[in-house]
């Protein structure tokens, strides 16, 4: 039985109940690893990830990322299909949680990698 928000997609000749068992185990084979979150600068991060199985069915990786902050809300961008990203335009000095995920052909969208917090950093202003 389905529930609210599953994708369920039915061909002619097939039950509903084939079908979501399908979506399932596809959605499942694939799975983003977040590896390192590299300090570039004090507004920017840069990001790479391993795509773990089949990723035949996935066109584009959707970087998400938010303030570890009371009420903060998640932003995202959705770059081409690749195993890195340089994220700019970060707060310096604040604290950041951040995923990746797999977006599908069909637009489904996957789940979020494991997250990292990293910090853009204060430049560094020294004595001349």
């Keep these: 039985m389905s529930s609210p928000g599953d994708v369920i997609r039915l061909e002619e000749d097939k039950s509903?109940?084939?079908q979501p068992v399908k979506v399932?185990?596809?959605l499942?084979?694939?799975?983003?690893?977040?590896?390192?979150?590299?300090?570039i600068n004090s507004t920017c991060v840069q990001l790479d990830w391993q795509l773990i199985g089949d990723g035949a069915a996935v066109e584009w990786i959707r970087v998400q990322y938010r303030e570890v902050s009371p009420g903060s809300s998640r932003s995202s961008?959705?770059?081409p299909l690749s195993t890195d990203y340089l994220l700019c335009g970060l707060d310096?000095?604040?604290?950041y949680e951040l995923c990746v995920q797999p977006?599908?052909?069909s637009g489904v969208?996957?789940?979020c990698s494991d997250t990292r917090q990293?910090?853009?950093?204060r430049p560094q202003h020294g004595n001349q």
């Design 118 to 121: 990293r910090a853009p950093v």
């Design 28 to 39: 499942n084979d694939v799975k983003v690893t977040l590896g390192e979150v590299k300090v």
């Design 92 to 95: 310096a000095d604040t604290t």
């Design 103 to 105: 977006v599908y052909k």
């Design 109 to 111: 969208v996957g789940k």
């Design 16 to 18: 509903p109940r084939q």
């Design 77 to 79: 961008t959705v770059v």
């Design 24 to 26: 399932s185990l596809t």
